[in-house]
């Protein structure tokens, strides 16, 4: 089994080839192709590869399938005895990505 750790907008995902992922809005259009190069880690089949902070010979390859809206998540804010509440509503802006291929340089 080969997957790797990508480091993706300050967050760490653990991605496969031919699964999706959601990720923050990456601004390009639908069908292209992106390459992700801060690779953490590589398990290719028991062979372990680990980078220092990242492994300049592997690249992986995804395409942008979506652009979407996170459901809505609510942020209420309340400060007791002063009679103060705020009620925020909030949808992150997310793209899915179809990870195509991981491949060692």
């Known amino acids: ?3 790797a750790i990508v480091e993706i907008s300050g967050r760490q995902f ?3 080839k031919g699964k999706y992922y959601d990720l923050n809005r990456i601004p390009t259009e639908l069908g292209k192709q992106i390459t ?8 290719n089949d028991g ?3 680990i980078g220092k902070p990242y492994l300049d010979t592997v690249k992986i390859t995804g395409k942008i399938l979506d652009h979407f809206r ?8 309340m ?8 009620k925020q509503g909030h949808r992150q802006e997310l ?4 990870i195509e291929d ?3 340089i």
């Open 95 to 98: 793209t899915r990505v179809l």
């Open 36 to 43: 992700l190069n801060r690779v953490l880690l590589l398990n």
């Open 1 to 3: 089994m080969k997957y």
């Open 102 to 104: 991981i491949s060692i």
């Open 47 to 49: 062979d372990v590869l």
């Open 79 to 86: 400060r007791p005895k002063k009679k103060t509440r705020k």
């Open 70 to 77: 996170d459901r809505k998540k609510i942020v209420y804010k």
């Open 14 to 16: 653990w991605v496969e």
